[in-house]
C-alpha cells in the first residue's frame, strides 16, 4: 500500500495518526491541544475530540492528578469552598441521596483533591486549589478515511446530529486525501457548518491534514457546561493512547510500530495493521508472550510516557 494513501488504512490506524496530527499541528492559535479518541457522553462518542486548553489553566489543572475527574469528583472539586464547611452547605443539592456525594468526597480525599476532615460529626471540605477555567474549545472529529466504505453511510447523520445538538464548539470529518481538485468529501450531504480535512502522508508516512472546508462556529448551551468539562476531562485522563487496554499486547505477534512521527499497532501474524475489534480476545492467532519478554508492559510504558509527556507540554 501506498504510504501516502491514507485511505485503505483500517480506521482504527487512520485514528490514531489524526490524533498524533492533531497533539502536534492542530491550529489552535487560542490554547494548547490536548487530544483524545473515542470520547463523548452516553448519546454521542466521537472518533477524535481536540480540547483547546487554556496554557494557565491547564498548568493549574495539572495539581488535580493526571487521572480524569468524573461527573461527581467534578461536583467536589468546583463547589468546595476555601475555608473549611459543612459538605452540605458547600455543594448544591444534587437531587440524589447525599450518601453518593460523601463517597465522592472520600474518592477525592483519597487523591488528594480536596481536603476532608470530620468535626462534631459532621464531614467538612475545602479546596486545595480552585478548580480552573482551561476549556477554551471543544472540537470534534469524525473519522472516515474511505467515504466509499460501508461505515460512512451514516455520516451526514451523524455530523447533522453534532451540528444541531452544538455540545462541541466545531465539529469536523477527517477523511484520506484523494488528489482530485475537488475533494469527494465536498460533494456528500453533510452539513455547511462541519468542517472537513483531507489528511494524508508524505514519504516517511507523516500525516498532515488540509482544510478542504472550513467549519461553521456553534454556539454550546450554557446548561451544558456540566457535560462538557466531562468530556474535557475524559479527554485530559485517556488521550488517544489507551488503546492497548482494549486490545492485546500481550499476544507475542502485537509490536509497536513507527509511522511517520506517530507509533501504532502491528500484527505480526497478520502482517499488517490489525483493527481494534481484530486485535481482541476472539482472535484466532492470538499466542500468549514468552514471560521474559513483558512486551505488553513494555507497550504500555511507552504509550504511558508518550502521553505524560504530551499533557506536560504546556
Known amino acids: 500500500m501506498d ?3 491514507l485511505r485503505e488504512l483500517p480506521e482504527f490506524i487512520f485514528e490514531l495518526l489524526v490524533c498524533r496530527w492533531a497533539e502536534l499541528s492542530w491550529p489552535s492559535g487560542d490554547g494548547v491541544p490536548v487530544v483524545g479518541r473515542q470520547v463523548g457522553t452516553r448519546d454521542r462518542r466521537w472518533d477524535t475530540v481536540v480540547v483547546v486548553a487554556d496554557p494557565k489553566g491547564l498548568a493549574a489543572r495539572a495539581r488535580f492528578g493526571a487521572e480524569e475527574l ?13 475555608e473549611w464547611a459543612w459538605y452540605r452547605d458547600a455543594i448544591p443539592d444534587p437531587g440524589f441521596p447525599w450518601r453518593y456525594v460523601r463517597e465522592a468526597i472520600d474518592r477525592g480525599a483519597a ?5 476532608r476532615r470530620k468535626r462534631r460529626n459532621r464531614v467538612e471540605i475545602r479546596q486545595i486549589t480552585p478548580y480552573p477555567n482551561w476549556v477554551n474549545r471543544i472540537v470534534a472529529v469524525e473519522n472516515k478515511p474511505d467515504l466509499d466504505r460501508s461505515a460512512a453511510r451514516r455520516l451526514g447523520e ?3 446530529y453534532d451540528v444541531e445538538r452544538a455540545l462541541a464548539d466545531e465539529t469536523w ?6 488528489g482530485d481538485r475537488v475533494e469527494p468529501a465536498l ?13 494524508s502522508a508524505d514519504e516517511d508516512g507523516v500525516a498532515t491534514a488540509e482544510v478542504a472546508w472550513h467549519p461553521g462556529r456553534l454556539t454550546p448551551d450554557s446548561a451544558d457546561l456540566k457535560r462538557r468539562l466531562v468530556v474535557a476531562e475524559r479527554v485530559y485522563g485517556r ?13 507475542r505477534h502485537y509490536e509497536l ?11 505480526a501474524a497478520k502482517g499488517r495493521n490489525q483493527t481494534q475489534a481484530e486485535c481482541a480476545w476472539s482472535c484466532d492467532a492470538f499466542e500468549p508472550e514468552p514471560p521474559a519478554w513483558r512486551t505488553g508492559a513494555a507497550c504500555r510504558a511507552v504509550l504511558e510516557r508518550r502521553r505524560a509527556r504530551a499533557r506536560d507540554r504546556d
Do not use: M, N, W
Not at 70 to 82: G, K, T
Not at 242 to 248: G, I, K, L
Not at 257 to 266: E, F, L, T
Open 187 to 199: 460533494l456528500r450531504d453533510i452539513p455547511d457548518k462541519a468542517g472537513i480535512l483531507a489528511v
Open 3 to 5: 504510504c501516502t494513501d
Open 111 to 115: 487523591r488528594g483533591i480536596v481536603d
Open 239 to 251: 488521550g488517544f493512547r489507551d488503546h492497548v487496554e482494549t486490545t492485546r499486547p500481550d499476544c
Open 158 to 160: 451523524q455530523l447533522e
Open 257 to 267: 510500530r513507527r509511522r511517520g512521527d506517530a507509533i501504532v499497532p502491528y500484527c
Open 70 to 82: 468524573d461527573r461527581d469528583l467534578l461536583r467536589i472539586v468546583r463547589h468546595a469552598p476555601s
Open 173 to 178: 470529518l477527517a477523511t484520506g486525501a484523494t
